[in-house]
């Protein structure tokens, strides 16, 4: 169930950083390495970037080629428009004060947090963050553009449509609830609170068929939230639903109708609640503690169901109601998303939202990601850096058929979209997405299938499928840039593509043991090495654990309390894993002229390549 006009954590939720598909549960020592192996690739080119920024921005020397990497021979440097972009984007970031034999970390990242501050809003800011609102940036000014194709079938113009329907508060706020009223109501059978309910004729299993399909709740009976909070915002819909209604209810029993309403709903919920309390102590939807046989699961409905048909059938109908009413609030007026606030603060205690925009913004994101992702790659990812990439048989920028109008055309033929009227576009919406799972049952798998959309700024290697995903979200500056000199690449997205490919064959994506003996003896020295290089060190404000979560990262800023949890659960902070991988490279210690045994030029080195 998504909470959407809720608070949201700008850092969290909504800028992942790399993610790991399958790390989770996989051996936790085999971390360090490959922290070190994807640092050391990086961290080289790291190198190589700023040694290049620096003598661009320090020479007046032309030359005119395209740019390359004989840019670091220093008779040909670069000073082509994208090497000065680079350049100034490394040295804005480095903190030249500091000796890059003592701390290469802050003296490569050291102005970072001057120029990427962490707001309240946020635990941490890295270059993802700065990417991913650059992204939505250039995904609201694709929404807010006008539609270009503007003919009935064409994609653009429902995305569009949708998007300019969800925004448009002044007809949400002439409908008030009546769309609910109208539309959702008798689909259901009509509401006790009403008196559009016959309990005498009411088909309970039709009413939850149509929550469920119809109205695509697909919550009743699954999810219980029943808490003291609730029972006002239920109170508050309520009201405003049989006011915008224009009944009459006979003899002035609406409140005490809302009443009966709030207190069947709440005692159905605690029933689930019950029931799901004795069965279930994990949260996971999967776990072997969730499955119920089909006798098991009616015994418990049964038991929650209980009583004599006449007040079960309303208190079930209020149910429905309820759970209807709490999945289409937020898209009806203010009012009814306001209720909604007021509930979240009850909650928790943070008047944190999205407003109007965002939250139409995700409604796209969640619902009509293709579609957006098609006229991102169109205005935002030229052909050539497709072409740079497309020798790889991986999954790069963006899948074909996206820049196939026709074909995006036909992905939505059968969805309707009206320029103004929001409540019946979600419903729209609803059943195209109903009619998308129902393809997932019978198709066949599909490789060619990306998980992600073309505008995220995260990447993965899905070891299931063997196969690396990097959308073209995440190719924008500073990660990749076609127009850029090959060593900023390589050393952006070059070392995260690295990273991710140790990945495929290391014990993450292992398996079957298929290592020799001979490597994986090498592999555990090489191991046992790094592992004694890198537990406890003390070169930040804690004391590294023996092992880490991988993260990869640029600079970063994060709060300390963010830095404090990340120590505590073992995640070693990126400063010092650059240091200590740079720490660990003849080469760094040879270019920087570092002397033997400053903390960049570790006296035993691993050996690692
Ligand atoms: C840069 O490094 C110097 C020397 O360590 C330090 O005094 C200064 O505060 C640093 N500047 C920033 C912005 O952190
Ligand atoms: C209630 O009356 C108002 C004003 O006439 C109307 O706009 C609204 O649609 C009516 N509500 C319903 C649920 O029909
Ligand atoms: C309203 O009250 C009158 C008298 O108390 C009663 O006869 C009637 O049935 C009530 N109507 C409803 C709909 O409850
Ligand atoms: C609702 O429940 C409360 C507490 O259980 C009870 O005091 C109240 O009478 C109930 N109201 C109705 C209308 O059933
Ligand atoms: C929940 O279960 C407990 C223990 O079985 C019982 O005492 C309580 O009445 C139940 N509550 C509801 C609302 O069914
Ligand atoms: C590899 O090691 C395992 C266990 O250490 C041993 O049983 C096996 O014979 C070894 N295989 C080879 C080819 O040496
Ligand atoms: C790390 O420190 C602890 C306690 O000071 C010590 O027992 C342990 O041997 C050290 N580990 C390594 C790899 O040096």
Redesign the pocket.
């Given at each position: 169930m998504t909470e959407p006009y809720a608070q949201f954590d700008k850092s969290n939720d909504k800028a992942p950083i790399v993610t790991f598909d399958d790390v989770k549960v996989r051996l936790r020592n085999f971390r360090l390495l490959e922290i070190i192996l994807a640092i050391t690739t990086f961290v080289a080119v790291v190198i190589c970037v700023i040694l290049a920024g620096i003598l661009a921005s320090k020479s007046g020397n032309v030359e005119n080629n395209a740019p390359s990497s004989s840019a670091l021979t220093g008779s040909n440097i670069c000073v082509e428009a994208p090497c000065l972009k680079s350049a100034g984007h490394a040295l804005q970031n480095m903190n030249t004060s500091v000796d890059p034999c003592n701390n290469f970390y802050k003296y490569a990242c050291g102005n970072f947090p001057r120029f990427n501050p962490v707001d309240s809003e946020m635990t941490s800011n890295t270059v993802y963050h700065t990417l991913y609102h650059e992204n939505e940036e250039k995904l609201k000014r694709i929404l807010e553009s006008p539609v270009e194709r503007d003919q009935k079938w064409s994609f653009e113009k429902k995305l569009k449509d949708l998007f300019s329907s969800c925004t448009n508060t002044y007809y949400k706020e002439r409908a008030k609830g009546s769309p609910f009223i109208n539309q959702v109501l008798p689909k259901i059978g009509g509401w006790y609170v009403l008196n559009t309910m016959n309990p005498n004729t009411w088909d309970f299993n039709d009413a939850l068929r149509k929550t469920h399909v119809d109205l695509w709740t697909r919550t009743a009976f699954f999810t219980t939230r029943y808490r003291n909070d609730l029972k006002m915002y239920m109170r508050r819909v309520a009201t405003f639903l049989v006011r915008d209604s224009n009944i009459t209810i006979a003899n002035n029993t609406e409140q005490?109708?809302i009443?009966?309403f709030?207190?069947?709903t709440?005692e159905v919920e605690s029933r689930l609640a019950n029931i799901t309390a004795e069965t279930v102590p994990t949260t996971d939807p999967h776990a072997d503690e969730m499955r119920l046989t089909l006798v098991q699961l009616t015994e418990k409905v049964n038991n929650v169901i209980d009583f004599t048909a006449f007040l079960k059938y309303i208190m079930l109908n209020n149910y429905l109601v309820w759970r209807l009413a709490y999945r289409y609030a937020q898209e009806m007026s203010w009012e009814y998303v306001h209720a909604n606030r007021e509930f979240y603060v009850d909650l928790y205690g943070r008047p944190n939202f999205l407003g109007t925009w965002l939250y139409c913004f995700y409604y796209m994101d969640r619902n009509l990601g293709d579609a957006l992702g098609s006229l991102y790659v169109k205005d935002h990812f030229a052909d050539k850096n497709k072409d740079k990439l497309r020798k790889s048989s991986d999954k790069m920028g963006y899948p074909d058929f996206m820049v196939d109008e026709s074909k995006m055309d036909a992905r939505y033929e059968k969805l309707n979209i009206d320029n103004i009227d929001y409540f019946t576009n979600v419903l729209q919406i609803n059943q195209f997405e109903r009619a998308d799972w129902n393809n997932l049952l019978v198709k066949r798998e599909d490789r060619s299938e990306w998980a992600f959309h073309t505008y995220d700024t995260f990447m993965s290697y899905a070891n299931y499928w063997n196969e690396m995903i990097v959308p073209a979200g995440l190719l924008q500056f500073p990660i990749y840039d076609y127009t850029l000199p090959h060593y900023w690449n390589f050393g952006s997205i070059g070392s995260l593509i690295g990273h991710y490919y140790i990945h495929g064959i290391d014990k993450f994506g292992e398996f079957k043991n298929w290592w020799s003996n001979y490597t994986n003896l090498n592999y555990e020295k090489a191991r046992k090495c790094v592992e004694i290089h890198y537990t406890n060190k003390t070169m930040g404000p804690y004391t590294v654990p023996g092992n880490t979560e991988p993260v990869t990262t640029n600079c970063f800023n994060r709060n300390d309390n963010t830095a404090y949890f990340n120590a505590l659960r073992g995640r070693v902070s990126e400063d010092l894993r650059t240091n200590s991988v740079v720490s660990q490279i003849q080469d760094f210690s040879t270019a920087f002229n570092c002397p033997k045994g400053s903390p960049m030029n570790a006296e035993q080195k691993c050996n690692l390549f």
């Open positions: 005490q109708r009443e009966t709030v207190n069947d709440f």
